[in-house]
């Protein structure tokens, strides 16, 4: 009995009165209409295509390709909005950043000049890595010297 309801169902169109305007009345419609709408239009889909009245291929191909749920096209403006709220969040961390290295020490003493030539002269003095090290007799290296040589104030 419901195959024979199911196949009469398919057989008979879709009013155009309710198909009319679909793509505007679709988003509004509740949902438990539009999942009555879509068999309706599923159930007639199953008989030959030629049968199908050109407003029930308008409608069943929207419904299934239109842009609305997740293919809706973003509000306008989104795509500036979603840029501001980015720039906003790098400023906001930008100016943190910036308030830590504030507040941070100096370097320490160990990053001057002065003080890596006296850690690679040690180095020497030890023979630390006496083959391919400091200490190699044809080394041409830097060695410990990383660091600009230490700011002094002008002396005035």
Known sequence: QQIQQARSAGT?????????GIEKRWE????????????ALRDRMKVDWHELTPQEKKAAYW?????????????PGEGWKVFNYTMIGVGVSFIIFMLERTQARGAPRTM???????????????????ITGVS???YKGKGMVQSA?????KLQ
């Open 136 to 138: 190699a007799e044809d």
């Open 12 to 20: 008979h169109a879709i009013s155009n009165p309710t198909l009319a």
């Open 63 to 75: 419904i299934a390709f239109g842009p609305h749920g997740p293919r809706a096209l973003p509000p």
């Open 149 to 153: 040589p230490e700011k002094h104030p």
């Open 112 to 130: 001057t000049k002065e003080y890596q030539e006296m850690t690679n002269e040690y180095l020497k003095n030890q023979k630390t890595e006496a």
């Open 28 to 39: 509004a419609m509740p949902p438990q209409e539009q999942a009555d709408l879509w068999m």
